[in-house]
Every structure is written in structure tokens, then in C-alpha cells.
């Protein structure tokens, strides 16, 4: 009877090692006081649009080319509930490229104090409690998670998996937190819209645990500005993501494309006049954090 206990002992942990690990994505942290980092975001954009009104009317070209660059080192001051109230951040390189052009921001090497509302508005002055500008505010206003307003989906609702998943498998995350995420609003079609993620690989570093992320997002957008679209133009959207994912830390690296390309007649919503509009347009941002200890 003991040796037939002690097969089925070995067995069953024969079994258990056949199992591939699954992983519980979190990919959300809880803000803690004092905790240091660096920051980074670079974005890019290409845009070329072209509107032909049917009819009499004036058509115009516009052409764009723009680069900005972030990095900081942020410590929070203080914490509500498990998101940052207070932080600073101090601005190592902050650039931005139009044209030929590269012009510093006027944060570049100084200090900001970041203050967060309960409703999840930021505001951002300099450690000498001057304000910044408005056009400024709304450049910071997309760095570092300081955009972040309640009811609006959290990185880990839009992206990570309802269940523990193993590494190979694929998920559907939900096309409408992605549209909302990306402030689309009412302007694609959900029907036709899809999206998948795929866990490639996960791996301890020091203790926690990371794992890097795919996801690829086909939308079908149905308004651009305030233009109806006769045709539906496809926005293909490409995630890269190496992150922590037992959610005991902020850190990691995300990677998003996306590409916009296409041409369809539509309605001005103002006033109903018509026109053709050509889109072609790319754009990449690469954000970082890493815990300073």
C-alpha cells in the first residue's frame, strides 16, 4: 500500500511539472510615498491630409512633422488612496521637433510640482509655485499617468486578460475601453473593430516578475473631426509592451504604432456639405519607468 501511495504521489507531481505556469496579469501599482523613478516619453507623428470639397469651394493640404521629447525623475510627495496626490518631477530633457526646428520646453531642467484632484485633474507649477502655460499643461497633461480620470479604464482593464493565462496564449481585450482609451468616442465602429493579445514570454528579474505583452487593434473609424465618413478608414494600432505584471511595481517599457491611411467622401456635420478627404498619417510613442532605488 505505501509503494502504491508513493506512485501516485510521483505521478501526481509528474503532472503538476507537465503543467505550463499560468500568470495572473496585474498590471496595475499602488502608488507608494516616497517612491523614485524615471520617466521617459518619446513621440513622433507624420500627417498628411488633403480635403476636396464637392462643388464650389477651396480645398487645402496640410502636412505635419513632430517630435517630443520627455524625461524626468519623479518622487512622490504624497499618496490618496493608491494613486499618486502629489509628485515632483525633475526634467532632464524636455524638446520638442517641428520641422528642422528642435525648441526646448521651458521645463526643461527645472523642477514641477505635480498636483492631483480627487476627480483626477493635474495641475503643474514650478517648484516656485509659478504656474505653467496652458499649452505646456497640455503637453504634460500626457505624461507619466497624470492624465488618468475616474471612470476612464485603467492600463490593466484594457489590456490585460479576465483570467491567468500561460505564456503563448491569446486573449480579445474589450475594443471599446481600447476606443475610449484613445478618446475615439462615438467615431468607430465597434462591429467591425477587433483586437488580440498574446503573452509571448514572462521572466523574474530580481524578484519580479515580467512579462512581455502583444497587442494588435484593427479600428474601423467612422468620424474624423467633425466629418461623417462615407467609408470607414482602418487605424491599425500595434501594442509592444515589457512590463512588470505582478503589479509590485511601475516599471517597464511600452511601445505603441499606429498607422492611419485612407481616403472617403464625407458630411460636415455643421453644415452638410461634402468633401473628399485623404489621410495618411503614423505615429509612435515610447514610454518608460524604471525604479530607482
Not at 499560468?22 to 498590471?27: A, F, I, S, V
Request: charged share 30%; proline share 4%.
Amino acid at each position: 500500500m505505501v509503494g502504491i501511495a508513493l506512485v501516485c504521489l510521483f505521478a501526481a507531481v509528474l503532472r503538476a511539472e507537465d503543467q505550463p505556469k499560468k500568470y495572473d496579469l496585474k498590471l496595475n501599482w499602488k502608488a507608494v510615498e516616497g517612491h523614485k523613478s524615471e520617466l521617459s516619453k518619446d513621440e513622433s507623428q507624420v500627417m498628411f491630409m488633403k480635403v476636396s470639397p464637392s462643388g464650389d469651394g477651396e480645398g487645402f493640404t496640410q502636412e505635419d512633422k513632430e517630435e517630443t521629447s520627455l524625461a524626468a525623475i519623479q518622487v512622490i510627495s504624497k499618496t490618496m488612496g493608491d494613486k499618486p496626490a502629489i509628485r515632483r518631477w525633475t526634467f532632464t530633457k524636455a524638446t520638442r521637433r517641428h520641422g528642422e526646428h528642435v525648441v526646448p520646453f521651458a521645463f526643461q531642467r527645472r523642477t514641477l510640482v505635480v498636483t492631483s484632484e480627487p476627480e483626477g485633474k493635474s495641475h503643474f507649477t514650478f517648484d516656485n509655485g509659478e504656474a505653467v502655460t496652458a499649452e505646456d499643461a497640455k503637453v504634460l497633461a500626457g505624461f507619466g499617468d497624470s492624465d488618468n480620470k475616474p471612470g476612464e479604464p485603467s492600463g490593466e482593464e484594457i489590456f490585460a486578460p479576465k483570467q491567468p493565462v500561460t505564456v503563448g496564449e491569446t486573449w480579445t481585450p474589450d475594443v471599446a475601453m481600447i476606443a475610449q482609451g484613445l478618446q475615439f468616442g462615438d467615431a468607430i465602429d465597434l462591429k467591425r473593430s477587433s483586437a488580440k493579445a498574446k503573452l509571448k514570454s514572462a521572466e523574474t528579474r530580481n524578484g519580479v516578475e515580467f512579462g512581455k505583452i502583444d497587442v494588435v487593434v484593427e479600428l474601423w473609424l467612422t468620424k474624423f473631426g467633425a466629418m461623417r465618413l462615407d467609408s470607414p478608414v482602418v487605424v491599425k494600432v500595434g501594442v509592444d509592451m515589457d512590463v512588470c505584471i505582478d503589479g509590485t511595481q511601475p516599471d517597464g517599457v511600452m511601445r505603441v504604432t499606429a498607422e492611419v491611411k485612407g481616403d472617403s467622401w464625407g458630411t460636415l456635420e455643421s453644415n452638410s456639405r461634402r468633401a473628399r478627404i485623404s489621410l495618411d498619417m503614423t505615429m509612435s510613442v515610447l514610454e518608460t519607468q524604471k525604479t530607482v532605488k
